[in-house]
């Protein structure tokens, strides 16, 4: 069983979004819809590493 976030404001691991973005990749309908898929994910797993990189510089 999955756990829900505890708050709409808590960020998924990066984990989940891999494991959510390439489940939706496999249903959508074309291969283009599935590199859009994947492409706000890789941007969304951007987004959670750059306050890393602010944290370690």
């Not at 496999?26 to 990189?53: N, Y």
Request: glycine share 0%.
């Amino acid at each position: 069983m999955r756990q829900a976030l505890a708050r709409p404001e808590q960020t998924p691991s990066p984990i989940e979004l891999a494991n959510s973005a390439l489940r939706a990749a496999t249903l959508a309908p074309t291969v283009f819809d599935a590199l859009d898929i994947c492409a706000d994910a890789l941007l969304a797993l951007a987004a959670l590493a750059q306050p890393m990189e602010v944290r370690h510089a």
